[in-house]
Each structure stands twice: as C-alpha cells, then as structure tokens.
C-alpha cells in the first residue's frame, strides 16, 4: 500500500493533489444526489475533487464512481460520506435513547445493521458515531450522543466504530467510521449550539477526550473536527490536540475531516484574515480534507508554488487520504460498495425493522410507576390516547435521518392499536398544538378522558426541537403541554405520561402529579410499537437514564459526577453551602435512574484483594435477584472514588456496568474486574497517576440508589506509565442456582 501511495503521490499534479483534500456537495440532506451537476462532474474528471457527501443510492453513486475511475487521469476512488447516525433507511432511536439501553451490544448491531444498508446504497463513509459527552440540555445535540458520563460515552463510542466497521475495513459492508465532532463540542458556553468552550486541560483529559480515546482505539479510521473554539483556539486549527494528541500521542493514522465550511470559518472566529490564510492554517493543524469550502482546492495551490505552504504539508495529507481507500479497498475494487440487488435486499428488511423495535424497546425508561398502574391490560375497555406527538410519524425519526421516511414509522397511536384487544375502543385528540398558546383543543381532550378507563398522555419535542442548531433557552414542555396536562391529570383517571423528545426536560410539575411517567426519546421506525410493547407489558422497561434531569434551566450544568466543593450542598438552611436558596439540590432524576416491572435486589458485597498494588485488578462482587414474579433486565452499575488524593476527585465515577436479564426468584452473581489504572486522574503536572490510599467503591441502580458500598487500598502509586489506552472493566456473571421461580399454570402440565 505504501509503495502504491509514493508512487501516486509522486505522479499526481499539485491540483490532483488539493483535489484529493477536497470533499464536496453532492446534494442537501433533504435532497441527496441533487448537486452533483455537470460542472461537478467536470471536476471529477479533472480529479479535482477526493470525496462527496450527502450522497447515496447504488446506481447514483457506482456511476459517480466509475466517471472517476475510468475518465480522470489516475481513477482515484472517491469516499462517499453521509451522516448515518442512527439508521441508514431503517432509522433506530436517536443515540441518547439508544445509550439508555446500556447495552453496547445492541449499539453495536445497529450501526452494522446500519452500515448494511448504507454500504448496499453505495455509500462508504459515515459521520457517526458522535461521541461528544453533553452536560447542559440546552444543547440541542445532545440527543446525538450518549450523555453525561465519560466511561458510558467510551464504552458506546467504541461500540459503534465496530458496529460502523465490521470485522475489517475493506469488506463490502463496512462502513468507514469518523467519531465526531473533536472535541469538547458539548461544553459550549451556555448550551449554545457552535459555541465557545472553556473547558480546563483537565476536564478536557478526563471528561471530554475519552470516548474519542476509545474510539480511536477501536479503529475508527477517520475524525471529524468540531466547530467550536477552546478557549480560543477553533478546533479546525488546533495543532496540539490534533497533532500532539490525536496522533503522537494516541497513534491515529486516519483522516481528519473538517466540520461543514469550518475551515472558512476561521475567518469568523477571527484567527485568519482570509481564505487562503485559513487553509494554511488549517492544514497545519491537521485537518486533512475540506468538507465543502473550497479553500483547499481552490486557495492553497498559490500558497503553495510561492513557497508559503510546504508541499511536505500537503503530502502528509494526502497520504492519510489515499490510506484511507486502501483500507476501504476502493483501489482493489473501487465498485465493492453499491449493489443495486443487495439494496433491495436489506434495505429496511424485516429483520432490521424487527431489531428496530428490540433496540428501542431496551431505550425506553420507566421513570415512575406509582400503584403499578403499568402494564396496562389490553383488553381495557375505553382508552384515551391524547397529546400533539401522538400520530406523529416524522417525530420519531429523530435528529438524523439519513434515508428515513415517516412512512416506515409507528406511531404511538398505531402502536397501541395494534396492541389493543378487538373490544378495546382506542379514541384519540391532540389536545393542543406542539407549540403555541391555543388551549381550544383543551375541552374535547378532556371529555375523551372523563369517558375514558385509562389515559395515555404523551408530550415533549418533535424532531425539530433538539438536533443541529436547536438549542434552547428553556427546557420546559413547548407551548401549552403544561396547561393540557394539569387539566388532564386532575381528572384523577388512570393516566400514563408518555415523553418524547431529544433532551431531558425539565419537568418537576409532572413527576409530581403523574402516577406514571416514561421517556420514550425518539426511537425510530418502529416507535408506536415499542411503546406499545412496554405500555401494555410484552416488553419488561429496562433503560437506565444517561443524562440527569435537571428541575429547571437555572440548575444547569447539573450532572452525577461532580465535585464534593469545600462546602457540600446541604438540606440544612441555615448553613452556607453550594446549592441555591430557590431550588432543590437533587435534580427531578439522576444518571442512571429507570424501574422495572420487577424489582432486583442486591447483596453479598465482596471486594477482594483488601489491598493491592500497581498493575492489580480488584474484583467487586455481587449477587443480584428478581424479587418479582416476571423476567426483567437490570443495569448494575458500579461506581468509585478516591475520597483524598492530590487533585479533587468527583463524588462518584461510572467504572463498570453490566446489563443482567433474570427470570423471576433468579439469581446471578456479578464479579467486576476492576483494573486499578480505571481510578486514576491527571494531577497538578497533568500526568496521569493513581494515588496510594483508600478507594470506596458502590454498587446501585443508579448513581443515586447505591445498594451496597465497600473499599480497598492501594498499597503503593501509579504513575509515569503514561496516558493509559481506554480501559474498561470486564463483568463475569455466574447464574445462580435460581431458587424455584414461581411456575405459572402451564408450567405444571409440562413433563
Ligand atoms: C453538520 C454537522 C456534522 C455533519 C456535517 C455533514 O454541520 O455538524 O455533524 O456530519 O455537517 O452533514
């Protein structure tokens, strides 16, 4: 490969070579394809463009191929990149509600079910997985990622680029992965979409670098830079982070895309005077290809022959671009991806719409249950299903659509019909718009409901509230929800809240008055029956929130992990403590919160070795048991900290999950493989070290429902063995003999 590479390198014209830098418009996300004009192919054929994006279709895209392949001058392959960020055409819930599913397996299958898809339509290249962690629910793209934590955010970001890229990267279905956007994207001043963050190099090491760590370690073969500024410095000219740190440090050898036009948008930041200035800059930070301004291509060639640009700089890059084919395998075979019988084929086939549902059910989270009002019986006479979102099948699409349509959607109100017995009568009212301030929809929802045996009640955003660009100020329910609610909840009837949306919002009011409240996010093609499933008990909830819920804007950043302060929030008024006079000190409900129709219990904690040295594991183990009469899954979670050490620690740290299913009077027990390297921080110097002392560890299900608690020490410091890789720890689970789980009345007839 690298002999091939040279020998291009040194064939190719300084135009070829900018060309390969360039990645262009191949259409809008609404309207993919609709660019690629005759001028476009012009360029081609010139071999002054390396890549399209918002591209997609076998056909499309194999005779795009082909005019680079067969008409320029040394048919160099084009990537075709399309943001595929929860499903190809088969659209899965959006990442934060897949993320509550803890289970990384799952995360996994759909971005390869995914890359099927996208791989079949010809397209080789994604824009996902995005892994930024998120801490402010203004920030509209926070449903793009996994929340909160950092270990959580590693373990799904890792997930994906196997998913995304298979066993090996030139397979006919792998999908080339681009982890995005680096870094700190989520840490924008005020949740405002694009803008600054300040973030200390500290919090940049150990909250927002590690799921790209892991990423990175997973293989992802490219990396998208992000928009926002580090204290100043933009992240498309961030030459220590994308060089000392993505490179030397971390050894990636991948490609780095700019964010959409952010290379021009050096000027606006205001660290370059003009467009050429900022391709320079630029390109010698690291990013190796333009993602649609034009600047490489069409600005640097004069910087260049005058002597102001080394060719070594454009070289470097184009190598990294012309590696990432080879291992696509698009000079082997630059037709591999696009097949116009396999897209037919796996295109929303029902295995993928079957393992649509699967994934979405395990993304819902049961965040309140009072009097077990769930599961509702299906043979409930009157059902009143009321609420704008509830027949909306755009909404569930989520963030990214890629090819989604809402033709293939569920709805909610589709869902629970099919659910229902034949005598069930289903009688539906939007009660108000999404958004606006007309209650004339108020009466007739309200008389629905007084005729009504149980009330479904369903609210929150649409697919437009959250997403690129769609911060918002508050995070209170749009329009007139509110109002709905109250006049609906005070009729006293059975009632199930059902939330929808991209954030978490605030919502102090309803977990107050609604017996029962589910967050359903936006999960995909096969919403409606997801939530059916749950809502009527086919699907036992299992999600565990990734993201707190704050109790309004003015509580925000509030997140698990957060540091103990010198004066600890107290309930005590009278003493002076981090904490405000006008608002609870716990959020409405933490990280790691989600019920279950059955109840877990946990107990037998060891911790063993007592003491251990560098280089150990400690094991921490557990038994788990289904207290109930039903088959459930639980997410264990294990927490850590290191109450003394010479930096601060945070009050909690996710270091180990695992995701159990037991059927009812089963029990397992849990051992965690706890590498001591998992528990270190960067000290005053910045380099990454584990103190002696005592380490207390906690088990729960949830960072605020901490079951059983232990310690252990260590003997002896870890340090200097530099920034370890991503570490995570391994789970064994060993079934217990499961005591006599109640038979039901089959069960005896059996032999
Ligand atoms: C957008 C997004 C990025 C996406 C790219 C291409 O602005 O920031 O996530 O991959 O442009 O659509």
Same mark, same amino acid.
């Given at each position: 490969?690298?002999?091939?590479?040279e020998?291009?390198?040194?064939?190719?014209?300084?135009?070829?070579?900018?060309?390969?830098?360039?990645?262009?418009?191949?259409?809008?996300?609404?309207?993919?394809?609709?660019?690629?004009?005759?001028?476009?192919?012009?360029?081609?054929?010139?071999?002054?463009?390396?890549?399209?994006l918002?591209?997609?279709?076998?056909?499309?895209?194999?005779?795009?191929q082909?005019?680079?392949?067969?008409?320029?001058?040394?048919?160099?392959?084009?990537?075709?990149?399309?943001?595929?960020?929860?499903?190809?055409?088969?659209?899965?819930?959006?990442?934060?509600?897949?993320?509550?599913?803890?289970?990384?397996?799952?995360?996994?299958?759909?971005?390869?079910?995914?890359?099927?898809?996208?791989?079949?339509a010809?397209?080789?290249?994604?824009?996902?997985?995005?892994?930024?962690?998120?801490r402010d629910?203004?920030?509209g793209?926070?449903?793009?990622?996994?929340?909160?934590?950092?270990?959580?955010?590693?373990?799904?970001?890792?997930?994906?680029?196997r998913?995304?890229?298979?066993?090996?990267?030139?397979?006919?279905?792998?999908?080339?992965?681009?982890?995005?956007?680096?870094?700190?994207?989520?840490?924008g001043?005020?949740?405002?979409?694009?803008?600054?963050?300040?973030?200390?190099?500290?919090?940049?090491?150990?909250?927002?670098?590690?799921?790209?760590?892991?990423?990175?370690?997973?293989?992802?073969?490219?990396?998208?830079?992000?928009?926002?500024?580090?204290?100043?410095?933009?992240?498309?000219?961030?030459?220590?982070?994308?060089?000392?740190?993505?490179?030397?440090?971390?050894?990636?050898?991948?490609?780095?895309?700019?964010?959409?036009?952010?290379?021009?948008?050096?000027r606006?930041?205001?660290?370059?005077?003009d467009?050429?200035?900022a391709?320079?800059?630029?390109?010698?930070?690291?990013?190796?290809?333009?993602?649609?301004?034009?600047?490489?291509?069409?600005?640097?060639?004069?910087?260049?022959?005058?002597?102001?640009? $080394?060719?070594?700089? =454009?070289? /470097? &890059?184009?190598?990294?671009? *012309?590696?990432?084919?080879?291992?696509l !395998?698009?000079? @082997?075979?630059?037709?591999?991806?696009?097949?116009?019988?396999?897209?037919?084929?796996?295109?929303?086939s029902?295995?993928?719409?079957?393992?649509?549902?699967?994934?979405?059910?395990?993304?819902?989270?049961?965040?309140?249950?009072?009097?077990?009002?769930?599961?509702?019986d299906?043979?409930?006479?009157?059902?009143?299903?009321?609420?704008?979102?509830?027949?909306?099948?755009?909404?569930?699409l989520?963030?990214?659509?890629?090819?989604?349509?809402?033709d293939?959607?569920?709805?909610?109100?589709?869902?629970?019909?099919?659910?229902?017995? $034949?005598?069930?009568? =289903?009688? /539906? &009212?939007?009660?108000?718009? *999404?958004?606006?301030?007309?209650?004339? !929809?108020?009466? @007739?929802?309200?008389?629905?409901?007084?005729?009504?045996?149980?009330?479904?009640?369903?609210?929150?955003e649409?697919?437009?509230?959250?997403?690129?660009?769609?911060?918002?100020?508050?995070?209170?329910?749009?329009?007139?929800?509110?109002?709905?609610?109250e006049?609906v909840?005070?009729?006293?009837?059975?009632?199930?809240?059902?939330?929808?949306?991209?954030?978490?919002?605030?919502?102090?009011?309803?977990?107050?008055?609604?017996?029962?409240l589910?967050?359903?996010?936006?999960?995909?093609?096969?919403?409606?029956?997801?939530?059916?499933?749950?809502?009527?008990?086919?699907?036992?909830?299992?999600?565990?929130?990734?993201?707190?819920?704050?109790?309004?804007?003015?509580q925000?950043p509030?997140?698990?992990?957060?540091?103990?302060?010198?004066r600890?929030?107290?309930?005590?008024?009278?003493?002076?403590?981090?904490?405000?006079?006008?608002?609870?000190?716990?959020?409405?409900?933490?990280?790691?919160?989600?019920?279950?129709?059955?109840?877990f219990?946990?107990?037998d904690?060891?911790?063993?070795?007592?003491?251990?040295?560098?280089?150990?594991?400690?094991?921490?183990?557990?038994?788990?048991?289904?207290?109930?009469?039903?088959?459930?899954?639980?997410?264990?979670?294990?927490?850590?900290?290191?109450?003394?050490?010479?930096?601060?620690q945070?009050?909690?740290?996710?270091?180990?999950?695992?995701?159990?299913?037991?059927q009812?009077?089963?029990?397992a027990?849990?051992?965690?493989?706890?590498p001591?390297?998992?528990?270190?921080?960067?000290?005053?110097?910045?380099?990454?070290?584990?103190?002696?002392?005592?380490?207390?560890?906690?088990?729960?299900?949830?960072?605020?429902?901490?079951?059983?608690?232990?310690?252990?020490?260590?003997?002896?410091e870890?340090?200097?063995?530099?920034?370890p890789?991503?570490?995570?720890?391994?789970?064994?689970?060993?079934?217990?003999?499961?005591?006599?789980?109640?038979?039901?009345?089959?069960?005896?007839?059996?032999?």
């Open positions: 490969m690298e002999h091939h590479v020998e291009l390198l040194n064939e190719m014209t300084l135009d070829e070579k900018l060309g390969q830098l360039t990645q262009s418009r191949g259409g809008r996300s609404k309207d993919l394809n609709s660019l690629v004009d005759d001028e476009q192919k012009a360029l081609v054929r010139q071999g002054r463009i390396g890549s399209y918002h591209v997609a279709g076998a056909e499309f895209l194999t005779e795009l082909r005019l680079a392949v067969k008409e320029s001058r040394l048919g160099i392959p084009l990537l075709f990149g399309l943001d595929v960020v929860h499903g190809y055409r088969t659209i899965f819930p959006v990442p934060l509600a897949a993320a509550c599913s803890w289970d990384p397996d799952a995360v996994e299958q759909a971005a390869r079910l995914a890359a099927e898809e996208a791989t079949a010809g397209v080789n290249w994604t824009f996902a997985p995005m892994v930024d962690v998120a629910p203004r920030w793209r926070i449903v793009e990622g996994a929340g909160e934590d950092p270990y959580l955010g590693a373990v799904m970001a890792a997930a994906q680029v998913g995304y890229q298979g066993e090996r990267l030139s397979d006919p279905n792998s999908l080339l992965a681009c982890p995005k956007h680096f870094v700190a994207y989520g840490a001043v005020g949740g405002r979409d694009y803008d600054s963050a300040d973030v200390s190099p500290r919090t940049l090491a150990e909250v927002y670098l590690p799921p790209f760590r892991a990423a990175v370690q997973a293989g992802a073969g490219s990396l998208m830079t992000a928009f926002n500024d580090i204290a100043g410095i933009p992240m498309t000219a961030h030459q220590s982070l994308l060089q000392e740190v993505l490179r030397d440090r971390w050894g990636f050898s991948g490609l780095v895309v700019s964010d959409w036009n952010a290379i021009d948008e050096l606006a930041h205001g660290v370059a005077g467009r050429a200035a391709g320079a800059l630029a390109l010698r930070a690291g990013v190796d290809m333009d993602m649609v301004s034009g600047i490489y291509e069409q600005d640097l060639g004069r910087l260049v022959e005058t002597g102001q640009l $080394p060719t070594a700089v =454009v070289d /470097a &890059a184009v190598r990294r671009v *012309l590696r990432v084919k080879h291992w !395998g698009l000079f @082997e075979d630059p037709f591999r991806y696009g097949n116009t019988a396999r897209e037919q084929r796996v295109i929303l029902q295995s993928h719409v079957a393992f649509a549902r699967e994934i979405a059910g395990k993304s819902i989270v049961l965040l309140k249950n009072d009097g077990d009002l769930l599961p509702l299906k043979n409930i006479e009157n059902l009143a299903l009321i609420g704008p979102l509830a027949d909306d099948r755009k909404a569930p989520g963030s990214w659509k890629a090819l989604g349509q809402p293939d959607v569920v709805s909610l109100r589709a869902g629970i019909l099919a659910a229902v017995g $034949p005598n069930t009568e =289903v009688q /539906a &009212a939007a009660g108000c718009d *999404l958004d606006g301030d007309s209650t004339a !929809g108020f009466a @007739e929802a309200e008389r629905l409901a007084k005729a009504a045996d149980a009330v479904v009640l369903v609210l929150g649409d697919d437009d509230m959250s997403g690129e660009a769609r911060s918002r100020s508050r995070l209170e329910l749009p329009g007139v929800q509110r109002q709905l609610a006049r909840l005070a009729l006293k009837k059975p009632t199930v809240v059902v939330l929808m949306g991209g954030r978490p919002l605030a919502i102090p009011w309803l977990a107050e008055q609604a017996p029962v589910v967050e359903t996010w936006l999960l995909g093609v096969q919403m409606g029956s997801a939530v059916a499933d749950v809502l009527f008990g086919d699907v036992n909830p299992s999600g565990k929130l990734v993201t707190t819920f704050p109790v309004g804007v003015g925000v509030i997140f698990y992990g957060h540091r103990n302060t010198g600890p929030a107290s309930t005590d008024p009278s003493k002076d403590s981090a904490r405000y006079i006008d608002a609870p000190i716990q959020p409405v409900f933490p990280f790691g919160h989600g019920l279950s129709y059955t109840t219990n946990y107990a904690l060891e911790v063993t070795p007592p003491e251990v040295d560098a280089g150990d594991i400690v094991q921490v183990r557990c038994t788990v048991t289904n207290r109930g009469k039903r088959a459930g899954d639980e997410v264990v979670q294990l927490y850590a900290r290191d109450p003394v050490a010479s930096v601060a945070p009050v909690q740290k996710l270091v180990g999950f695992h995701r159990l299913r037991l009812p009077g089963e029990a027990t849990l051992t965690f493989n706890l001591v390297e998992m528990l270190g921080y960067y000290d005053a110097e910045m380099s990454y070290r584990v103190e002696p002392g005592e380490f207390r560890v906690a088990i729960g299900a949830s960072s605020a429902d901490v079951r059983l608690d232990g310690s252990f020490r260590l003997r002896e870890v340090r200097d063995q530099g920034e890789g991503s570490v995570f720890s391994r789970v064994d689970v060993t079934k217990n003999s499961a005591e006599t789980p109640p038979l039901d009345s089959d069960a005896k007839l059996q032999p």
